[in-house]
């Protein structure tokens, strides 16, 4: 468990991971954060899902692919992509994109692209890579962390 993660522990957040592996994406895991125990002054936490929860340097493939989940009160459809930004330098793909319910929880999730190669060169190797992604929802800047395995 990371420092953040404990962080957002104490703060009282409830984590729930979820790692999913597959093929050429990278999934983060999934942390969904209770709004009910966390006072969130300016800047509420959006839970992300990186797919896969790991990132082999040296594989094939094209895209990081991102789920964001906003805390109840926020909607996805007021996410401005072109605002979206992995560890505040990678830019989301503008297309393709996707709202659905990707984690199956009923709330309803943005999926966004960035390009995987740019991620790559940006992220260190490591078993618990915090990987930071931010944006604005409305006026409402936004940020979520998630932690995946990088290796060579």
Not at 20 to 45: H, M
Request: proline fraction near 5%.
């Amino acid at each position: 468990m990371t420092e953040i993660i404990r962080k957002f522990c104490a703060q009282g957040v409830l984590g729930n991971l979820t790692y999913r592996s597959g093929g050429s994406f990278i999934v983060l895991t999934s942390i969904l954060f209770s709004q009910q125990k966390v006072q969130f002054p300016l800047l509420p936490l959006a839970p992300e899902k990186i797919d896969p929860d790991t990132l082999n340097k040296s594989s094939n493939g094209t895209w990081v692919v991102v789920y964001i989940e906003l805390p109840a009160g926020y909607n996805v459809t007021d996410i401005d992509i072109s605002s979206i930004k992995l560890e505040g330098t990678v830019l989301a793909e503008t297309w393709p994109y996707a709202i659905g319910d990707h984690d199956k929880d009923g709330i309803s999730d943005l999926m966004v692209k960035f390009k995987r190669s740019d991620v790559i060169k940006l992220l260190p190797l490591g078993e618990s890579v915090p990987v930071h992604v931010t944006g604005k929802a409305g006026t409402t800047t936004f940020e979520g962390v998630d932690v995946i395995r990088v290796m060579k």
